[in-house]
């Protein structure tokens, strides 16, 4: 039988739920249990693929093609476990079934209510991945949102009874609260972790947890206060202290017994973790002995979450690299001017050791990013460009080398002339934007003696994919005269998914998300490759080729 933990948060959002739940599934799994994590979203959009970047930061993609909330890709990355579709509700799905169920008659002219058949559904999928994997141990249901919101209540009571329902040693309910430091008082203020547990408990659930966020360290008085007033002893209200790299929770909590504790309280017998492989990837994380710098050219800047994954696969990256990649933000928009010519792009881009242009919609900063990836090509720069990257680096190698003056995709320039990327035929026809793009894990083909062969060391790779617009294939020969090598592409070789330009120190571009699949103990092999890149562009660069960064 698996035991259930379930994570809920108080008092604001933004406290860190995610990496708290995957730290506790990695310290799980670091004592030998199968741990299933799972997010359940109160909100009613079915899943965040239909939010903008601006909204909900970025839509994790799994190999099934689920797109879903980034907290996903934290699970997957601290657990080095592949999700599923069924890992992330949100309550428009749960309406969706339940409507569709009712439609059908399924309810045998009952009056279809919140209690029981909302409930029920969201108890049906808690349970859901052991009724797929009989060896799951542990499955850790976190819930988003604040303990209070009207929408979060449904997945609160259905907690309540979940909990009921089961003997009292096979779940447990963590809860995560924030413990402001006011300064001018110079005291750390309980009062609203206290508030935030009787919500909770007014609900019908007694945390057996507390998981407390500072940015000062919760002394003892504080948490002998916390544990009398919420009910609980007081070594089980643990020091969320703020942390410089996220990998440090685990140990953090695994310091404070976090693990041993839950463990007891859900009759676990398990071994104590060896943590000392991850201790010694934190090390290098916190205090790399160099640094390189790496620039960011998109369009979603300002919401550092919109990228959340490519900047965990270039910490992951940095680590057998020896190195920490610091990450310059440039607003693709800003280098569009007519102002911006090749010496304010010296100024900008001078002191940079590689540029990446990851993905995005729309037509908006196209041609800052078309600048950019000329910038990189022109003078040796390491280019590394994603989804929408690549077919930025179409165009301009289009233009630029392939004769096609006015080369564009016809995503933002349907009349175009020269629709070097264009709409999948797979795309054509379809009406409804949510969960139609080409989504999830497809194979590719790499070609023998390419860098991307070279980077991979397999002749066959499989990776994660949402879009829409593709290569388009009649241009493929006139690129190929100019130069540029097609060195991935789908086995059946009718999709385009990796390009590169050889004589270049590294210029390469995928048509896939490597940063999805990219974990601590496993650093994507392009990213790896990237960041080397940039270390041996900044070492032939030297000391004088240092110029500050704007951005
Ligand atoms: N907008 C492009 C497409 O749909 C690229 C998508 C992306 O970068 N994820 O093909």
């Known amino acids: 039988m698996a035991k259930f933990v379930f994570v809920t948060g108080g008092v604001v959002s933004a406290l860190g739920k995610g990496i708290a739940s995957a730290s506790l599934g990695n310290l799980l799994k670091a004592r030998g249990l199968k741990v299933i994590l799972q997010k359940f979203d109160p909100y009613l959009n079915v899943d965040p693929g239909t939010m903008s970047p601006f909204q909900h930061g970025e839509v994790f993609v799994l190999e099934d093609g689920a797109e879903c909330d980034l907290d996903l890709g934290h699970y997957e990355r601290f657990t080095d476990t592949n999700l599923a579709q069924i890992n992330n509700l949100t309550s428009g799905r749960v309406y969706e079934t339940i409507l569709a169920k009712e439609r059908k008659g399924e309810y045998l002219g009952r009056t279809v209510q919140v209690i029981p058949h909302v409930t029920d559904e969201i108890k049906r999928r808690i349970m859901l991945p052991v009724k797929d994997n009989p060896d799951v141990d542990v499955v850790i249901t976190e819930i988003g949102g604040t303990v209070g919101d009207i929408e979060s209540l449904p997945f609160l009571e259905a907690i309540r009874q979940f909990r009921l329902e089961h003997p009292l040693e096979d779940t447990v309910s963590v809860h995560l609260t924030l413990v402001p430091y006011i300064a001018a008082a110079g005291e750390m203020k309980t009062k609203p972790t206290q508030h935030s547990v009787r919500e909770l408990r007014s609900i019908g659930i007694q945390p057996d947890f507390l998981f407390c966020r500072t940015d000062h360290h919760l002394g003892e008085d504080a948490r002998r206060k916390i544990g009398l007033f919420c009910n609980l002893p007081v070594e089980h209200v643990f020091d969320g202290k703020d942390v410089t790299s996220i990998y440090e929770v685990p140990l953090n909590l695994h310091e404070q017994n976090f693990d041993r504790l839950i463990c007891e309280r859900l009759r676990l017998e398990t071994p104590e973790p060896d943590l000392g492989p991850w201790r010694k990837m934190v090390g290098m994380i916190l ?16 919401l550092r979450d919109a990228y959340k994954s490519i900047i965990e696969a270039f910490i992951h990256a940095g680590i057998p690299n020896r190195v920490g990649v610091e990450k310059v933000w440039i607003d693709s928009e800003s280098l569009e001017g007519e102002d911006v010519g090749d010496r304010r792009l010296e100024e900008i881009f001078g002191g940079i050791h590689g540029i990446l242009v990851p993905g995005g919609f729309g037509d908006r900063g196209i041609p800052g990013k078309v600048k950019a990836i000329r910038y990189a090509r022109e003078n040796g720069v390491p280019f590394f ?27 933002f320039e349907p009349a175009t002339p020269h629709p070097v990327i264009h709409l999948m035929e797979m795309q054509k026809g379809i009406a409804n934007l949510g969960g139609t793009m080409r989504l999830g894990a497809y194979p590719c083909s790499l070609r023998e003696g390419s860098l991307a062969h070279q980077c991979y060391g397999l002749a066959e790779i499989s990776e994660r994919h949402r879009h829409r617009y593709e290569v388009n294939n009649e241009y493929r020969e006139r690129f190929e005269a100019a130069g540029l090598v097609f060195s991935g592409t789908s086995p059946d ?52 080729g240092e110029v500050s960064a704007a951005g």
């Open 385 to 411: 460009g994603i989804c929408l990257g690549l077919q930025c680096a179409m165009i301009e190698i289009g233009r630029d080398l392939a004769g096609l003056e006015k080369a564009g995709s016809s995503e």
């Open 493 to 544: 070789d009718r999709l385009v998914e990796i390009i590169e330009l050889p004589g270049h120190p590294f210029f390469l571009a995928v048509q896939f998300h490597p940063e999805l699949k990219s974990r601590p103990g496993a650093p994507h092999p392009l990213f790896r490759a990237f960041v080397a890149a940039a270390i041996q562009h900044q070492e032939k660069s030297g000391p004088g």
């Open 287 to 302: 205090h790399p002995p160099e640094t390189v710098k790496v620039a960011i050219v998109g369009k979603y800047i300002e």
